[in-house]
């Protein structure tokens, strides 16, 4: 049959069998934040396509007023195929376990995969910001480390590419009665200033290096931005754009619960 010919083919029993094949899939990425909700579209290698849009993030936002925020969002970007969510607080199977920087309760237990999923029409999948971030960040070599310096503090940790159950450092006392969060996150740094907090990251990637033995940690989010200590050759500052690019490895795994390999 002539090359041609072929190619019409396959295009014909692509549309029959309704699915299009990985290379020309396009995903919708949230970033779920507590000051902004930013989305963007990505192609198949996870480059972004559009400028990334951006709204304010609610207070407090509901499970109710985010889905009314991410529809306006959805509304000034192209179609898309399926749907990858960073979500600011533990993720269990697409449902919410808390968001301590969303504002409300109603978090708890809520399963935004589903709801997502309803309200676009399209394949979707939720996991932590922290672990979508990293996925976007690591190499896929040794014991990596990710934390994001936003609002709040974001963790997590993968082996050789793979992701580690989620880790939730934010919440964890560190100093002088206050967690990882209270001395580091943005509420921290507008106090304190920015030489005080980066005496506390310093001191906070110490315990880290000792409690996993990372061959490399990779600093992100808003306020990566203000590290201006030398924190050791195995640490490295990485962009925030790789929290929405991390979006497009949450489909590589089929099997979700058994964890996610970059
Ligand atoms: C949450 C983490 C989240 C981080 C960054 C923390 O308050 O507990 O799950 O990754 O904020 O958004």
Redesign the pocket.
């Known amino acids: 049959m002539a090359a041609k010919k072929i190619v019409k083919l396959k295009k014909a029993q692509k549309k029959a069998s309704g699915k299009k094949s990985a290379a020309g899939l396009k995903t919708l990425a949230f970033d779920i ?2 000051s902004g909700l930013k989305a963007s579209m990505l192609d198949e290698n996870g480059k972004m396509t559009t400028e990334r849009v951006r709204v304010d993030t609610p207070k407090p936002c509901t499970p109710a007023l985010l889905l009314e925020k991410l529809k306006e969002l959805t509304a000034q970007l192209p179609p898309f195929d399926r749907v990858s969510v960073g979500f ?3 993720v269990r199977k697409g449902r919410t376990l ?4 969303l504002g409300s309760d109603e978090w708890i237990g809520f399963d935004l995969q589903r709801a997502i999923a309803k309200q676009t029409g399209k394949p979707t999948r939720v996991i ?3 672990d979508m971030q990293g996925l976007g960040a690591i190499k896929g070599e040794g014991v990596e480390m990710v934390i ?1 310096l ?6 997590a940790l993968f082996e050789d590419g793979r992701l580690a159950p989620h880790i ?1 450092l ?2 964890i006392p560190f100093r002088k009665g206050q967690t990882y ?1 209270d001395q580091l996150g943005n509420r921290a740094l507008k106090k304190v200033g920015k030489n005080e907090w980066n005496r506390r990251l310093a001191r906070a990637v110490d315990v880290f290096r000792a409690l996993t033995h990372f061959d490399k940690l990779y600093i992100g ?1 808003g306020n990566a931005a203000n590290v201006s200590l030398n924190l050791g050759p195995d640490v490295e500052i990485v962009s925030n754009v790789l929290g929405m690019r991390g979006g497009i490895w949450l489909w590589k795994d089929t099997n979700l619960s058994d964890g996610l390999q970059k």
């Open positions: 934040g507590g600011p607080g533990p808390s968001a301590t920087n932590n910001d922290a994001t936003g609002t709040g503090l974001g963790s939730e934010a919440h969060e989010g």
